[in-house]
């Protein structure tokens, strides 16, 4: 079998190929290979296309978007302790990986709870830049 020379391959073919495989990469990666929160965040910041901003994190966390809570409502303003649901009373474990070792270890619960708590706080989900502010914030959090 004869094998067609790289130069002879346009630069855009390979360029195609490049993104789609970077793409289902960082896919796979923020969905059922992301085990850790630091690989959350990196699939988090690629989708964002940017770094991630741990002080804007905070300030999205504590902050009220229009509506009646704020991240920090049931999670408290520092979510190294045992927070309560502002509705139910229901306690929630430490949200900060340092301190709830089981924090973004599983990539469907993380965006579960992101999509849930997104709405009840802004009335629409999260965007991957607003996570991954608000996750490098978290994992700043240490004991």
């Known amino acids: 079998m004869s094998r067609i020379p790289v130069t002879a391959v346009p630069a855009a ?17 923020g ?28 300030q999205f966390f504590n902050v009220q978007h229009g509506r009646e809570w704020s991240c920090a409502s049931c999670h408290n303003a520092q979510p190294t302790g045992e927070g309560k649901h502002a509705n139910t009373g229901k306690s929630i474990s430490a949200l900060a990986p340092a301190f709830n070792p089981e924090r973004f270890t599983d990539p469907a619960k993380s965006e579960k709870w992101f999509r849930r708590n997104c709405n009840d706080v802004l009335a629409r989900e999260c965007t991957a830049a607003e996570k991954a502010d608000v996750l490098a914030w978290l994992m700043s959090l240490k004991r």
């Open 31 to 58: 969905t059922a290979w992301a085990g850790t929160p630091q690989e959350q965040l990196g699939a988090l910041s690629a989708q964002a296309g940017r770094s991630p901003n741990g002080a804007q994190g905070q």
């Open 13 to 29: 073919c390979i360029a195609r190929t490049f993104v789609f495989a970077a793409a289902l990469a960082v896919t796979q990666a």
